[in-house]
């Protein structure tokens, strides 16, 4: 069964499910076993520069909302921005994902709390003095035995000054320290070392071998699939310095999407710490 018929099925049964789910709402009365809130890393704006803002989601026991790539079954959540003229907002920022087993599949996703963050640049012309109001509009999908599409619109407002302390540090710094690093800026103290990919041709199996310069005590890999794009029968091997990861990619549009797939390694070390690099992996045109 393909990935695209599966996502098919998991809508139907979502929608089969909608009066089941509102009967296993929270016992506490919450019609939504998530809590959304916006926060950010600033307490002020200034003009010319950058801040983040964060999307935390807190999940009650056992429920679970997705990455980007929510792997056999799921939906990554989503988050409009509005706000002032003069300031940008950039693209959510994925902390390293879990694999959760649930009755659709293997998803990838985060239990108990997620923090998404957001880089938000802000125009040297900003006045100071005034006040800045952020709206983010965010809708997810939360899963256990059965799902429940949420949503919530959020509001912020910061003052905009010539000077800002940081808000909310040690949470943005935790979460910041869950996200992967770019395999090209990764420091020389990385524990990757190489990443070298073979045959794929968008038709046959393809070959990723990553060496590592200390042996992790465990890998995943988490691809991010596209609508031209679609990353299949994934296998890991692991052994010591060297890990083999096999899959299949199928290539349904052509194009620029067609020939490029982010993904992430997500490793533990030693001491039990997970880190991740982001690695991209190329895709050429499929016969």
Known sequence: MSRWTRWTLLNAMIALAASAANAAAPANGNASPVKASLLASVDAAVPGETFLLGIRLQMQPHWHTYWLNPGESGEPTKVKFTGPAGFEFGAIQ????????????????????????????????????GEATVVADASWLCCKEVCISGGAKLTLTLPIRSQASRANAELFDRWRQSLPERKDDAPATSALLSAEQAGADGSQKAVLTLQWRQPP???????????????????????????????????????????????????????????????????????
Do not use: C, M
């Open 94 to 129: 994925w902390p390293l994902p879990t694999r959760i087993e649930a009755p659709g599949g293997i998803s990838y996703g985060y239990e108990n709390e997620v923090l998404l963050l957001v880089p938000v640049k802000v125009s040297k012309s900003a006045p100071s003095g």
């Open 217 to 287: 005590k465990k890998v995943e890999w988490f691809p991010v699939s596209t609508r031209a794009v679609a990353i299949e029968d994934v296998a890991v091997t692991h052994d010591g310095n060297r890990t083999r990861i096999e899959f299949k990619p199928t290539v349904f549009q052509q194009g620029p999407d067609a020939r490029n797939v982010d993904s992430v390694v997500v490793y533990e070390e030693q001491s039990g710490r997970r880190k991740g690099i982001s690695v991209p992996v190329a895709i050429s045109s499929g016969r």
